[in-house]
């Protein structure tokens, strides 16, 4: 059975920073390319940063220079460093993984709430 347990998230002022955690379990993490997305409400889910089996990373270009997506291959996990935070960036984030099968899941979500 396929886990993606997000943690991290909460209410911070704007400015602040967060990091965000996703431990997967039931996939072969190393050939799985990760990523976080956000939905906020009444918006459509976007995505927020992506990297691949092998490190590479892609970034929304609202959130390029202030967010930093990295894997631990040896811990399964895959967290997003999010500095400067901006009101803007207030959505439920989600991790997903895409297995080397072309199977794709997601987690349940974590909040994150940025004040003005």
């Known amino acids: 059975q396929v886990q993606l347990v997000e943690s991290g998230g909460g209410l911070v002022q704007g400015g602040g920073s967060l990091r965000l955690s996703c431990a997967a379990s039931?996939?072969?993490?190393?050939?799985?390319?990760m990523g976080w997305y956000r939905q906020a409400p009444g918006k459509p889910r976007e995505s927020v940063a992506l990297?691949?089996?092998?490190?590479?990373?892609n970034y929304a270009d609202s959130v390029k220079g202030r967010f930093t997506i990295s894997r631990d291959n040896a811990k399964n996990t895959v967290n997003l460093q999010m500095n400067s935070l901006k009101p803007e960036d207030t959505a439920r984030y989600y991790c997903?993984?895409?297995?080397?099968?072309?199977?794709?899941?997601w987690g349940q979500g974590t909040q994150v709430t940025v004040s003005s």
């Open positions: 997903s993984a895409r297995t080397y099968t072309a199977d794709n899941f």
């Open positions: 990297i691949t089996s092998t490190g590479t990373t």
């Open positions: 039931g996939i072969i993490f190393r050939f799985a390319a």
